[in-house]
Structure formats: C-alpha cells, structure tokens
T-cell receptor, first 109, second 115 residues
Framework: GQNIDQPTEMTATEGAIVQINCTYQ??????LFWYQQHAGEAPTFLSY??LDGLEEKGRFSSFLSRSKGYSYLLLKELQMKDSASYLC??????????WGAGTKLIIKP | EAEVAQSPRYKITEKSQAVAFWCDPI?????LYWYRQILGQGPELLVQ????????DSQLPKDRFSAERLKGVDSTLKIQPAELGDSAMYLC?????????????FGPGTRLTVL
C-alpha cells in the first residue's frame, strides 16, 4: 500500500533550527511536496522536490533522497509565526497526491 | 494574486439535512479537487475534475455525496443527508493541468459541523 510517515508533533525554540522528517512508500514517484497549514486554515505550498538534493528557499529548505524514500523540511531562524502543521505529500505514478497526517510544530519563546 | 474562492466559510447543520459547498478555482486552472480533512489528519481526496469531467471519485461516498462542475469552472459539492461523521473541513484546490507535477493551490475551506 501507499504510505507517508512523519512525526505527529515537534517542539522547538524561537530562533533555533528544526528538521521535520518524512518517509514515503508509493506506487511510482513523481515528486514530493511540503505544505504549511496554520490551525483552521488551508494548506499553503512551501516546496516541491523531484530530484535528489537540497532546495533552499529563504529560511526554509527541503531535501529529497529518492533511493531512501526520504525527505526533510528544514526551518531556520524559527519565528513564532512558524507554529503550524507541516504536511508531506508524495505524488504517485498516477499523479495523485498521497498525504501524510502532518507534523504539528510548536515554537516556544 | 489569484486565489481559490470557497463559500461558505462555516456551516452548522443538523443531521439528515442537506448542505452544499461552492468553489471557484484560480482562473485558467483546468483541474479542481475536493478534499475532506479531519482534525489531526491529512487531506483525503473526495473527487477530482479535469475541466467538467470527473477523473477520480473513488473515495466519494456516492450514496450521500455528489459533486459537479458543469461548465468546467466553478464547482459544487453536496451532502444529503448529512451525518454526524461528516463534520470536517472541506477543502477545494486547483491546479493548472493535473496531469503532471502541478502545484495544488487551496481555498480557505468550509468548516462543517453536523449536530
């Protein structure tokens, strides 16, 4: 079956760095998305990786290893507004998104 | 900046009543998705449209849910009759084509509470 695993909850300190991991098992693979979702709001697009390696976008970076079925989202210089859920989603061979349950990130001052 | 529009933002209804949600995708986006999201879980795809045609409705509970996109632009999702277990966030998303790795852009969602 198809499956996405990510931690349920993480806690980090304002100004620090946090890494949110995601492992995936899908029928075929056409890339991996990360979305941010604040409580009660809709998901917003953060990043897309299809090739191995690190993609940097400001304070956020996303990494992919296709051979390991693994990705992570790296958040630097954490701000209180980064408190949200982070959803990992893999695109399968039919271009259907397989979603993880999300990682709730709590930022403490 | 173009956005996906949804209404209403919140809906409270009693079980056995009918409810309807509306979505207007980003202009030019051919693919439209309806998702259901239960608190603490990822979005679950209910139905996917490519223009006015249904591409995937395998997870849509067809005994009570229906969706249409008659002119290939805006879309309506209906539940009749609503059940207590239908309480969730209903999200609409759109993408340019849907055949390749297009980014899906989400609307603000409709929070449904069934009493």
């Amino acid at each position: 079956g198809q499956n996405i695993d990510q931690p349920t909850e993480m806690t980090a300190t304002e100004g620090a760095i946090v890494q949110i991991n995601c492992t995936y098992q899908t029928s075929g693979f056409n890339g991996l998305f990360w979305y941010q979702q604040h409580a009660g709001e809709a998901p917003t697009f953060l990043s897309y990786n299809v090739l191995d390696g690190l993609e940097e976008k400001g304070r956020f970076s996303s990494f992919l290893s296709r051979s390991k079925g693994y990705s992570y989202l790296l958040l630097k210089e954490l701000q209180m507004k980064d408190s949200a859920s982070y959803l990992c989603a893999a695109l399968d061979s039919n271009y259907q998104l397989i979603w993880g349950a999300g990682t709730k990130l709590i930022i403490k001052p | 900046e173009a956005e996906v529009a949804q209404s209403p933002r919140y809906k409270i209804t009693e079980k056995s009543q009918a409810v309807a949600f509306w979505c207007d995708p980003i202009s030019g986006h051919a693919t439209l998705y309806w998702y259901r999201q239960i608190l603490g879980q990822g979005p679950e795809l209910l139905v996917q449209f490519q223009d006015e045609s249904v591409v995937d409705d395998s997870q849509l509970p067809k005994d009570r849910f229906s969706a249409e996109r008659l002119k290939g632009v805006d879309s309506t999702l209906k539940i009749q009759p609503a059940e207590l277990g239908d309480s969730a966030m209903y999200l609409c998303a759109s993408s340019f084509k849907g055949e390749v790795a297009d980014t899906q852009y989400f609307g603000p969602g409709t929070r449904l509470t069934v009493l």
